[in-house]
């Protein structure tokens, strides 16, 4: 099992940056792949970005392409999410999640085995 805890939100003006990052325990981290989510009020949770287990392969959701970049640092057991040119359509709870298919990069929520709690992340115009 892994468990996961993000960090990183918080309140932005349009235009600008923030760092999602989601601690992963356990000792197999790198055996899993890692995927983004975000859920606005009222919302389907989405896809937003997916990497493989090493980090040489990623994927996005077209609303965040050229401006999210999803990375992972396995030494440190931590998958980041780099978020650019923020705008308030990009406010959410955004949710970290795990899969064991490692070389898979999945955009359905239903291909996750594990989640974590989520962190707010609002965007003011």
């Known amino acids: 099992q892994v468990q996961l805890v993000e960090s990183g939100g918080g309140l932005v003006q349009a235009g600008g940056s923030l760092r999602l990052s989601c601690a992963a325990s356990?000792?197999?981290?790198?055996?899993?792949?890692m995927g983004w989510f975000r859920q606005a009020p009222g919302k389907e949770r989405e896809f937003v970005a997916a990497?493989?287990?090493?980090?040489?392969?990623?994927y996005y959701a077209d609303s965040v392409k050229g401006r999210f970049t999803i990375s992972r640092d396995n030494a440190k057991n931590t998958v980041y999410l780099q978020m650019n040119s923020l705008n308030p359509e990009d406010t959410a709870v955004y949710y970290c999640?795990?899969?064991?298919?490692?070389?898979?990069?999945?955009?359905?929520?239903?291909?996750?085995?594990?989640w974590g709690q989520g962190t707010q992340v609002t965007v003011s115009s």
């Open positions: 990497i493989s287990w090493s980090g040489g392969s990623t």
């Open positions: 999640a795990a899969h064991r298919f490692r070389g898979v990069l999945i955009p359905q929520r239903e291909g996750y085995d594990y």
């Open positions: 356990g000792r197999t981290f790198n055996s899993y792949a």
